[in-house]
Every structure is written in C-alpha cells, then in structure tokens.
DNA sequence: GCTTTATATTAAGTAAAATTTGATTAAATC
DNA sequence: GATTTAATCAAATTTTACTTAATATAAAGC
C-alpha cells in the first residue's frame, strides 16, 4: 500500500516502458521493476503481460491506471479541495427556518452565487428541529436555525445574531404597551413545535399574563397577515434582515426582554465542505451587518480565514 | 506521501487519542505522534489543535479525516471496483414511507450491506409527499413511496409492488364482514396528508357506509396498536413485507377491492447513482418476492443488468 | 545464424524510511 | 503536591525501498 507505487503504475502507462519510466522518475529500471512486482502482489491480479520484452498493460491493468490517476489526484487535491479554490465548487444544501426565508436567506444565497460562481447552493425550509436532525445524519451540509439547546461535540455551531422578541400588533392599536395590547387583543401565537414558539411560550408563562388564546400559526408571513387585518396581536422573533417590502404594524420590544432567539448554523465537524460552509456563514453575517437592523455576533471561529475574495 | 500516515490519521479520529490509535494499530504512541506530524508537514496545515493534552482535530483537521476515509476506501476497493465484483461503493441517501420501515427497508438494506461492502445506505423516513419532493430536488437520491399521480420527464417511477387496502379489526370481534366492521366500531382514519390515507378516504367515500369517526393516526403501527386494543377498526394497505412481530388482528380484504396502493421506488433520471438505485430496486423486489405476500411487479427497467451477486 | 542492442529481472549491498525504546515534558486527577 | 496519563523528543533499531551489478531475453541489424 503506497502511493509511490501507483504513481510509478501511472509513468509507465504513459511512458510505455519500464526503462523510460525509471528515467522520468528519478529511478532504476530494477526499482521499477520491483514495484511492479509487489503492486501486483498486492493486488493479486496481473498488471501487465510479459510475453513480450516490453510488457504490455493487460485490460485490467489499464483499467487499474485510471483507477490510480484518480487516486492520486484525489490525494493531490486533498489540501486545497479542502482549503483551496477547488473548496469553492460545490453543491451545498443548506437547510433554513421559515423566518430567514423571506429576508436573510435570498439576500445571502444572492451574493454568494454573484461571488463564486461555480457554487451551487440548494436551499430545504423547515423546522429547527427537523433541520437539526438532517444535519446530524448528513442530508444537509450545514442549516441555519435557532440555537439548540444541546450541540453535540461531532456538530460545530456558529451564532450569527440574537434576535429579540416582539409584540407585533395592527398600527391602529390604541396604545403601545406590550402588556395592555397581549391582554385586550385576541393572542396568536407562534407554532409551539418550532423552538421560537417555545421561547415565547416561555416568556408568556413567565409573565402570568391573562392572554386570549386566539390562533396558533406556523409562519411569520401568515401571523403578520392575520395581525394586519386586525385579528390579534402576536409575539414573534425581530427578523435580523426584514423582506423585502414589510406589512404596516407596530413592532414593540417586549418588557421585560425575553432572552432573544439566536440564529446561527449548524454543520458536522467531519463535513468536508467546511470552508463553503464557513463561507455561507460569513456571508450570513455580512448579511445581517449591511441590513442595520441588529449586530452580527462576532463568532470566534479559529479555522476561518476570510480568504482574499 | 504514503497510505499509512492517512490511516492513522482516520484511527486517530475514530479512537479520539493518539494512545489509542497506537494501541488499535500495532504502533508505539511515539509511530503515531511522529506520522500525524509528517502528515501535517507535508500538506501544511495545522490538522490537530494541540492546546490540551490530546490533541482535538482542527475543523481542517476532521474535513481532512472524511477526505482521508475516501481516499482509503477508493485504495481498498480498487481490485474489486476494477474486476466488477462491487464497482458499487458509495453513499446512497434514500428515502422511505413509514409503513415500509419496520418490514421491507430494513431487510432489503441488511442483504444490501452484506452483498456490497463499500455501500452506505442512510434512510429518511417521511411521507410520500414530502420524499417526491425530496427527491425532486435532489437531497435524496431515490425514495420508496406511493405512486404519485404524475411523474415528470426529468423523473423515473419503478413500481414495486400493488398493496391491496385490507381491514384491520381485534381478533375477538363477533363478525368477519368488512361493512359490518367498519359500520359497528368507531374508525380509525390513517391521516390523510398521507397518500394512502386519500385513497383510503376515495374508497369509504364511494362506499356511503355510515362510519363513526374517531381518531386519526399517523402511522400504521400506532394503529394497529389502536385495534389492538379494541378502540376501533381501521383501513390499512397490507404490507408487502410484514414487521417482525405482527399483532394478533383480523386483516380482511375490503370488498368491493379498492385500486391498491401502489409502493416504488421515485428517483431523478439524471442521478449518477442510477445504477446503485437499480440494484436497490432491484432488491426491493427480491424482499418482496421472498417474504411471499405479495407479487412484486416485474417492472420494465431498460438499463438494468442484474448484476453476478 | 550470430552479434548487437535495448529491456526486464534477480540478488546482494546500500541508503532511506519508519518504528521502537527510553527519557522528558506537560496536562489532568487524586 | 504527588500521581497518573498523554504526547513528544532523540537515539537506536528495524524495516522498507533503492541501487548496483550481474543475468536473462527478446527484437533488430549484419
């Protein structure tokens, strides 16, 4: 088992003989000869046939080269597949909660196609939760979603902004106290299988309000609809990058402040894209930066380099 | 430059210390610590983070030590890639109705791993609906669903097997007519965002039987544990490959027989798996054929050659 | 047909590499 | 603070790989 055994296979596929091959190799004839010899005992079929001086590749043996030549690019190409220009042509599918979607996620997903192109980028909506388990067992190379309570060692997160909970309530609300408006309007309220949902449950028992239970609703489009046509106020995340054109309502800081819902992206450690990955995150950042509405966490992330792109 | 090094490198990641590694390779600590700093030199790039006393990998480091297991396997499997015995090693991501997951996928992927060595099976249960569109947009390579009511060009269907709708009743009820049954208990309704569930709902529609709705249930085994337990009767497709343990229940064919549900498997013609997903099609049938409830469907399938297993 | 020439193989010696041994350093545990 | 455990270092040793030189063999030239 050794490199240098294949690429001596190689020199000779392209060399035609032993003798041509040792010279562009730096090497004896006798050493070549040799490492045939054990390449083929290792492999334990017949690489070449003798009958002739010069021995000729058998089919298998031609076959074993391209083989080989794979082989050893792919070791070549281990460092900068990983690190390197290579690392920025992919396909990467990224998982994203339905509160990016409509804001952060495009804009993001937009540059970076301007940027590299070359990257693919597919993009699967859904839960945390569910994110969470297709990145653990490797459907998705990295997600963006809502910090878990637990991240396992083989998992690497990144945090990419803490967003504070609001009261979203109609603009002709007659006052702007959260409590007042929880408690006189109908409450409808973040689906409670997404982790968001939880925090503002949580919030909400902390504060032993007298709420009318209205709706439950999965998305923040389809609750800020609801809220717009005057149907009940609700609680949900600030969105750290808001779509593009936002529905007319009030946005007040809940008091006191719930401890926000932070965003970042999930990944294994052993995915092999993790450059791409650090990449998307850094353009995440970026991201929320440009759009001013909160800070982009400074993450500590040893292994990154911004790359002079 | 040299396999060894790479293997190492993969132990090291597998044991989590270099002591370890050492240990489960027949190397001395000192072989190991003196490699893994070869390796580094040789590719430069800091691969451990030697802060603490066992060194952790670097995210460099563990997107490394994938690299490394392909390259490795690539090696290993290179005789036989070459001679045809198993030109079949990859990752294969497929998806699978729940109603499969107890009978039919676990023992079509145990024969499969045990055929081909090299051959990485990861399963995602979920809804037919949600695999189609999975499958669509390419995060799984092939799922086993219910035949969906069109298939698009850029899309292959191979059907596997017609599972007829029976009736699930306890054992001790006092008659064997399906109507009787299903008119006399309440009615367990498989849900119906599940593709069986809708043509479940066609056939008691056509039917006006007068049943007494009562719970709605996701999965088959709930169900059954749901009549087992005398809460009711349901309609269920009959596995083509029963779970290993079956409940002690009446299964009845409904009459008059509803069309069946149809179970394949939905992949894109233009994976570059397509030749692995043949032969995990082509499995499938062989399960369903052995565990003889059912008549697998002899699919025409062009580019399928079966392969000397 | 016999020599010449170029090519591969073999065996022994030599150079290079990888591994072990035993000592040293440093973190973690008691 | 002593003890255990993990990694590293430097020198000795073993293993592996390469070269040299001799041998065998097929094609080309005379």
Redesign the interface.
């Known amino acids: 088992?050794?490199?240098?055994r294949l690429k001596t296979l190689i020199a000779v596929a392209e060399c035609g003989s032993f003798v041509k091959a040792a010279n562009s190799n730096f090497l004896t004839p006798a050493a070549v000869s040799q490492q045939m010899k054990t390449l083929e005992a290792e492999?334990?079929?017949a690489l070449f046939d003798r009958k002739n001086r010069t021995p000729a590749l058998t089919p298998?043996g031609s076959?074993?080269v391209s083989?080989?030549r794979?082989?050893v690019r792919?070791?070549e190409n281990?460092?900068s597949?990983?690190?390197g220009e290579a690392a920025l042509e992919d396909d990467l599918?990224i998982g994203a909660v339905p509160t990016t979607m409509a804001g952060l996620i495009p804009r993001a997903v937009k540059s970076l196609r301007d940027a590299y192109t070359g990257l693919h980028i597919?993009i699967?909506p859904g839960p945390s939760s569910e994110l969470y388990s297709l990145v653990d067992?490797?459907?998705?190379d990295a997600a963006v979603l809502s910090e878990p309570v637990r991240v396992y060692d083989h998992l690497?997160w990144l945090a990419i902004v803490d967003e504070p909970l609001i009261v979203l309530a109609p603009e002709n609300s007659p006052t702007d106290d959260p409590k007042e408006l929880l408690e006189s309007y109908p409450f409808i309220r973040f689906n409670s299988r997404a982790w968001v949902g939880q925090l503002i449950d949580q919030w909400l028992n902390s504060q032993r309000l007298k709420i009318n239970e209205g709706m439950e609703l999965d998305t923040l489009e389809s609750i800020s609809a609801m809220v717009y046509h005057g149907l009940g106020v609700s609680i949900v995340p600030m969105r750290c990058v808001p779509s593009p054109r936002p529905l007319a309502l009030k946005r007040i800081p809940i008091d006191p402040p719930a401890s926000p819902r932070r965003l970042g992206i999930l990944s294994r450690?052993?995915?092999?894209?993790?450059?791409l990955i650090?990449i998307v995150f850094h353009e995440l950042c970026c991201v929320v930066e440009l759009s001013g509405q909160l800070p982009a966490l400074a993450s500590p992330d040893?292994?990154?380099v911004p790359e002079g792109v």
Request: net charge positive; no cysteine.
């Open positions: 088992m050794s490199f240098r492999m334990g079929v298998v076959a074993m083989k080989a794979e082989i792919a070791y281990m460092v597949s990983v690190t599918a597919r699967m067992r490797g459907f998705l690497r450690h052993d995915n092999a894209k993790h450059k650090n040893p292994g990154f």
